[in-house]
């Protein structure tokens, strides 16, 4: 129904910037929400921002709140996560996620549809 692929990870220095994209396939993406999650080695998979289907309501968690951004252009089927000021602890793998709906949603237990995901990397 909806296919995810995330690209755009990489190695990066400490206080750079990166931007992930996650390109969407099948019917009607534009009325699904999307979120991003990140997983680091040895720990859970945790929640980092989410939007609404139109793209007007975000959330984000608060360690990243002020540098990353969740954005998302329809007429692309493309969601984004810019990136700013990274941090170390910035390093896991990164996932995109998609479920049908209005609101927006914060766990990943309210997703159905998951990219396979990208890895970023910050060093110090």
């Known amino acids: 129904q909806v296919q995810l692929v995330e690209s755009g990870g990489g190695l990066v220095q400490a206080g750079g910037s990166l931007v992930l994209s996650?390109?969407?396939?099948?019917?009607?993406?534009?009325?699904?929400a999307a979120g991003?999650?990140?997983q680091a080695p040895g720990k859970e998979r945790e929640f980092v921002a989410a939007i609404n289907w139109s793209?007007?309501?975000?959330?984000?968690?608060?360690?990243?709140?002020?540098r990353f951004t969740i954005s998302r252009d329809?007429?692309?089927?493309?969601?984004?996560?810019q990136m700013n000021s990274l941090k170390p602890e910035d390093t896991a793998v990164y996932y995109c996620?998609?479920?049908?709906g209005t609101g927006?949603?914060?766990?990943?237990g309210s997703y159905n549809y998951w990219g396979r995901g990208t890895q970023v990397t910050v060093s110090s």
């Open 22 to 32: 996650c390109a969407a396939s099948g019917r009607t993406f534009s009325s699904y």
């Open 36 to 38: 991003w999650f990140r």
């Open 55 to 66: 793209g007007d309501n975000t959330y984000h968690r608060d360690a990243v709140k002020g």
């Open 74 to 81: 329809n007429a692309k089927n493309t969601v984004y996560l």
């Open 97 to 100: 996620a998609a479920r049908s």
């Open 104 to 108: 927006y949603y914060t766990t990943d």
